[in-house]
């Protein structure tokens, strides 16, 4: 099983009820396809970068998961006739995240050059 992180934007006018039973579909969605949910955090309400389904807000929702790779591209599938959902972004969790890897072939700082000092009038 691999760890997968997914991003699920649903609409602004849904109520804490309809809240509720979106998570609970999502988590069914993740369970039928043999995964398991890990954390789940609301990121609240946010502005879209353009509209998508008449909406320029949506409300976020960040899940941490595994499933095996065989099922993700299913859920996908799922995901995208699931009415609810106006976008969604499902990918690998790095094993590494929070770790910053040095770059390779990274050039060292250049000597600062000298400041260019303004003329006063």
């Not at 955090?41 to 502005?47: I, T, Y």
């Not at 790779?69 to 299913?74: A, F, K």
């Not at 799922?78 to 499902?90: G, Q, R, S, T, W």
């Not at 995240?97 to 700082?109: S, V």
């Given at each position: 099983m691999k760890s997968y992180e997914g991003i699920f934007v649903f609409p602004p006018t849904a109520t804490p009820d309809e809240?509720?039973?979106?998570?609970?579909?999502?988590d069914t969605q993740i369970d039928k396809f043999k995964g398991k949910v890990g954390?789940?955090?609301?990121?609240?309400?946010?502005?879209?970068?353009?509209?998508?389904?008449?909406?320029?807000?949506?409300l976020f929702s960040f899940v941490e998961f595994e499933m095996d790779?065989?099922?993700?591209?299913?859920f996908r599938k799922?995901?995208?006739?699931?009415?609810?959902?106006?976008?969604?972004?499902?990918t690998v969790k790095d094993p590494?995240?929070?770790?910053?890897?040095?770059?390779?072939?990274?050039?060292?700082?250049a000597e600062e050059a000298p400041q260019a000092v303004a003329a006063k009038s």
């Open positions: 809240r509720k039973a979106q998570d609970k579909a999502i954390q789940r955090a609301e990121w609240g309400k946010r502005s879209l970068g353009y509209v998508v389904k008449r909406f320029r807000e949506g790779p065989s099922g993700v591209v299913d799922a995901l995208e006739v699931n009415p609810d959902i106006l976008k969604y972004m499902v590494k995240a929070g770790k910053i890897a040095p770059r390779k072939n990274a050039k060292k700082p």
